[in-house]
């Protein structure tokens, strides 16, 4: 079994230290805006969880692309090729997930590439919330979003 | 016993990917003839060549060896007469070497396919995926000198070969196809005007709210926009083109680029006994109503996602998912598609706009984010508690205005239920990831396929070769 990013919701402090690992390990500097794995708010900010491409098995993106600039990496990653993506924005629309990108510097598509098999943002998590693991890639955010749920459904009103 | 042989009319999208997909599966077990009339090439990245942003070799999607890889054959060309010791209407009739063909009639009954050369190919299957071709209005002038469709790999070194820094041009329609090229006609420092013979550009992506915050975005970066306006002639004047509109006014320039609309290539196929209605009717598996001919693409009429209606989508998206699940059943397996989301995706000098679904229904019962200031706009269309279309606007620069737009995607697909998150989201458009996570989607979308395996990227794909 090839291994895979498993979060673990619970164990997210909201640091962003994946973000900062992240951004440094694919451009060289520490820009959140350019990590491919995002942390989000739930709870109003009391709870966090990271959250990044799920390398699914349909690999939309990569059908998805019109001059084949997505292909799948020794570690299993689908991987976007420099050289060869146009920019043309398809991929982000046709990812049901929302885990692929543009930059609008290098106007080409950019999405978690797994940093070649030793992932920064597991490796800079210091709660382990993140971890490269064998396991199958499951929906790992769901419950814990759902149970933390609408805030307005817990009898406050705004 | 002879290979079973499938024949391809139509090397785009969906004819390419339906050959990878037919080799993913056979490794080269069967004939794959192709009948293009261009060598193969992606439409959708044209735009990018237009632009100079990629080189003209970067939009085929195949190489010659690539083509040798996967087994593809062509009809013989005339220059490549058959053996001697082969009597007339003999096969071989195909080659390795490419020879651009069109197919000129459909024989249904009897499996065969007849070449605009006179030649006629046997088939064991037919797919057509002969896509759809730019129209021009019957205006005076439209077929002159330095006016241009912007549709195939031709009409863009047409275009290249005469634009020039400086140059007045004129874009007729202001459609999907004219926004796509926009970017790149502006690259090269001309002054343009888009002449839109509807109230409002890209009728049939954005509703009159988006299209008004598109409007003044392209105003403020000087481009001289039309609305409401039809061109009435085109007149040649001292080397350039005088456009006279309907309402008396006159525009000079020095190019045209017509970008009114396109037509479903499906002329060829009168008397075939193939039914058509504004495509190709097919089925959920891309069968016609003739059980071995299939259609895909740009020509193919098929279901719809959310209604099961059967409609024309001439996108990309479309056409490759056509191609896929075409090709696999073609080898015998039995994929049925789960039916076509309309969705596309633009970018206007950096203004992010996509649209999904039935985006257009005016049904009422609808969210909206309109803040011209950021230059933001949303629009969810409802059905109940699920989604069924989706407008999302915003600079490409600002981070929250385009990410996580792929999440709209997977909530109209999934037809998931929101429950108490459509209020939620109705206050707060710009908040999609935790309405989407907490419904479970990703749970869901993770075992959904299009076919019955994991995705292979087609490079990889090889026949294997002499079989």
């Known amino acids: 079994m090839s291994k895979v990013l498993q979060i673990i919701p619970e164990q997210c402090t909201g640091c962003m230290r994946c973000e900062m690992a992240c951004s440094y390990m694919q451009t060289g500097l520490y820009q959140p805006a350019k990590s491919v794995i995002r942390v989000s708010p739930f709870e109003r900010h009391t709870s966090y969880s990271p959250y990044t491409c799920f390398q699914c098995e349909e690999a939309w993106c990569l059908a998805a692309c019109p001059v084949e600039a997505i292909t799948i990496s020794p570690a299993g990653a689908k991987v976007v090729l420099e050289d060869q993506c146009v920019g043309c924005k398809l991929c982000t629309i046709a990812c049901p997930y929302g885990t692929i990108f543009y930059d609008t510097d290098t106007h080409k598509a950019f999405k978690c590439n797994l940093c070649g098999g030793s992932p920064a943002c597991a490796e800079a998590c210091p709660t382990a919330a993140i971890q490269y693991v064998e396991a199958e890639v499951q929906d790992w955010q769901g419950e814990f979003a759902a149970e933390r749920g609408n805030v307005h459904l817990v009898g406050f009103s705004t | ?467």
């Open chain 2, 1 to 467: 016993m002879a290979k079973k042989r499938h024949v391809i009319v139509g090397g785009g999208t969906a004819g390419l990917n339906a050959i990878t997909t037919i080799r993913e599966y056979d490794k080269g077990e069967s004939e794959v003839v192709l009948v293009a009339g261009e060598w193969p090439y992606s439409r959708m990245v044209l735009p990018y060549y237009l632009g100079h942003s990629i080189s003209e070799s970067h939009v085929f999607t195949a190489t010659e060896p690539r083509m040798v890889d996967l087994g593809v054959q062509f009809a013989r060309g005339e220059t490549v007469p058959p053996p001697a010791s082969q009597a007339a209407g003999d096969l071989p009739q195909l080659v390795s070497q490419f020879v651009p063909r069109s197919a000129t009639a459909l024989d249904t009954k009897n499996n065969k396919l007849t070449l605009d050369d006179g030649q006629v190919l046997d088939y064991d299957d037919l797919l057509i995926a002969t896509g759809s071709s730019a129209t021009r209005p019957p205006v005076p002038g439209a077929d002159g000198a330095n006016i241009y469709n912007l549709w195939t790999l031709d009409d863009a070194r047409g275009v290249l070969s005469q634009i020039k820094d400086g140059m007045d041009v004129a874009m007729i329609g202001a459609g999907f196809i004219s926004f796509t090229i926009l970017n790149g006609v502006l690259s090269h420092g001309v002054k343009l005007s888009i002449i839109e013979i509807m109230p409002q550009i890209l009728p049939r992506m954005v509703d009159k709210e988006g299209a008004t915050l598109v409007e003044d975005w392209l105003t403020q970066r000087g481009v001289n926009l039309l609305t409401n306006t039809s061109v009435q002639s085109i007149e040649d004047v001292d080397g350039r083109k005088k456009l006279v509109m309907s309402d008396g006014s006159e525009l000079t320039v020095d190019l045209v680029i017509m970008g009114t609309g396109i037509r479903t290539n499906l002329g060829w196929l009168e008397g075939s006994g193939v039914e058509i209605d504004q495509g190709v009717l097919v089925d959920d598996h891309m069968r016609s109503n003739v059980p071995n001919v299939y259609a895909a693409g740009d020509v193919a009429q098929g279901a719809e996602i959310i209604t099961g209606n059967r409609e024309v989508h001439a996108i990309e998206p479309t056409a490759m998912e056509h191609g896929r699940v075409v090709g696999a059943n073609m080898v015998g397996r039995d994929i049925a598609y789960r039916g076509s989301l309309l969705m596309n995706i633009l970018d206007v000098i950096e203004l992010n706009i996509a649209s999904f679904g039935d985006w257009t229904s005016d049904s009422g019962d609808v969210s909206v984010l309109m803040v011209p200031r950021d230059n933001v706009y949303r629009k969810l269309i409802w059905d109940g508690d699920r989604i069924t279309g989706a407008i999302i606007m915003g600079p490409s620069r600002a981070l929250w205005a385009t990410n996580d737009v792929g999440m709209f995607k997977g909530i109209i697909q999934s037809r998931v239920h929101l429950g108490e998150w459509k209020q939620y989201l109705h206050e707060n458009l710009r908040d999609i990831k935790k309405p989407f996570v907490a419904s479970h989607i990703t749970r869901d979308m993770l075992h959904v396929k299009t076919l019955d395996h994991p995705t292979v990227p087609s490079r990889e794909v090889v026949a294997v070769a002499g079989s």
